[in-house]
């Protein structure tokens, strides 16, 4: 863990889908900073974080019935608990996008809770950080213009959880990345070895395949140092190589229900490399 540029060095952690167990996720990272004496810079989380205010952002939602639950969001929009370190997420494809969609360029929900909205691009410890929200469904991906939050009542949910063209454009605009941030896996992410195990899992969890086109399109352009995606509730890590002789770090995380599969934590070097720290 220690080194001489251990002074130096910056820390955060990346969440998988959270659905609404902002607890659940606070108390894996509280276990972490206590086994490893580190504090954290920032957080960043991988989608389906479910910002429900209320009952009338979770009608929003675009998901069976059964799993549309408050959460505990309510508590710290109304200030009864608080993040103690700087978290910024992006939509996935459960989201209460009747709220999120009022601030599609990103904002502070919440102190200390950012959204990045449908696109967004930060800088923190020196990094670039792109993120981009939602899944690819094909019906919404080739739309002109992004369903009006306006008319949400009167649509399927479902016409909110996708990402669209142009705003794949906006972010390949941006031309580089150090970390990006996708809720969906890209595809061709998954080594030789591991196939067969995939073919299995991704049969039994109903997905016919794994990952999408304009999420590899993203890597191969913006060609981050680290790549960081939920979805399909399973961590997984691979390096995927680019042009140029340039490698991509993909780590995938599991959801908070899970445990600590759904937590990863790296360390930001004074050369700015970027280190997953072993558990």
């Known amino acids: ?9 910056v820390y955060f952690a990346a969440v998988g889908d959270l ?36 009952r009338v952002d979770l009608a929003t939602m675009d998901a069976p019935s059964k799993y549309k639950k408050l959460g505990d969001f309510p508590d710290f929009y109304a200030g009864k608990s608080q993040f103690d370190c700087p978290i910024w997420f992006i939509g996935g494809n459960h989201e209460p996008y009747g709220f999120l969609d009022r601030i599609p360029q990103g904002s502070e929900i919440v102190p200390n809770c950012h959204y990045l909205g449908r696109v967004g691009s930060i800088e923190l410890a020196g990094l670039k950080i792109v993120g981009i929200s939602g899944i690819y469904r094909e019906e919404l991906f080739e739309q002109i213009n992004r369903a009006s939050v306006e008319e949400i009542n009167y649509r399927s949910n479902s016409d909110y959880i996708g990402f669209i063209e142009s705003e794949v454009d906006r972010v390949l605009d941006w031309g580089r990345a150090d970390i990006l941030l996708l809720h969906e896996w890209p595809t061709n992410i998954i080594s030789p070895r591991d196939r067969e195990y995939f073919a299995r899992y991704y049969f039994s969890q109903k997905y016919e395949k794994v990952g999408n086109e304009y999420a590899r399109l993203l890597v191969e352009a913006l060609r981050p140092k680290l790549v960081l995606c939920g979805h399909m509730h399973k961590s997984y890590r691979n390096w995927i190589s680019l042009s140029g002789d340039r490698q991509s770090y993909i780590c995938c995380l599991a959801s908070v229900q899970q445990g600590s599969e ?18």
């Open 19 to 54: 659905h609404g167990q902002v607890y659940e996720m606070l108390s894996l990272l509280k276990e972490w900073k206590s086994k490893h004496c580190q504090s954290l810079a920032f957080i960043f989380q991988v989608g389906d974080f479910e910002p429900h205010r209320d």
């Open 1 to 9: 863990m220690t080194n001489k540029n251990a002074g130096k060095d």
């Open 262 to 279: 759904a937590i990863a934590v790296f360390r930001i070097t004074s050369e700015k490399h970027i280190i997953e720290v072993p558990k």
